[in-house]
């Protein structure tokens, strides 16, 4: 894996390719976020079916973790990533992440604060990164 500025980090060889921004991670999930929601409302008005807690619909939440963790366990990006044009890899063989890797990831991932904890990493690497092992590239030639 190498960084925008093209150096490698000490946490894996390098690939040659370059990290996804920040911005097009957000704007993935964003995406993702949006299209879980949508879902979730079509589902309640085609069959009145609510999961709450405290009164809040908790089937927006349950259909993003299930479908961000099988999107990367079968591939290696989610709707909201090909659009952006990144990719979530194993950070330590640039493949897909095992089912149980990217159910922690998408778990972690749905918390919020591990996602901004990759503000302060030198590599972008938020705790859900680091405990699942990936790393978000780019891909194609869309910069």
Known sequence: MTSQRGANT???PGTGQDLAPLSGRFVAVLIDWIACLVLSYLID?????????????????????????FSLAVGT????????????????????????RSIL????????????TALFHPYHRGLHDLAADSVMLRTGSGR
């Open 10 to 12: 000490s946490e894996t």
């Open 45 to 69: 008005w085609a069959t009145g079916v609510r999961i709450e807690l405290a009164d809040v619909n908790q089937v927006p939440a349950g259909l993003f973790l299930l479908y961000y963790a």
């Open 77 to 100: 990006q989610t709707l909201g990533m090909a659009l952006m044009r990144i990719a979530c890899v194993s950070a330590s063989d640039g493949g897909r992440l095992p089912l149980w």
């Open 105 to 116: 990831r998408a778990l972690l991932l749905s918390l919020v604060l591990p996602a901004l």
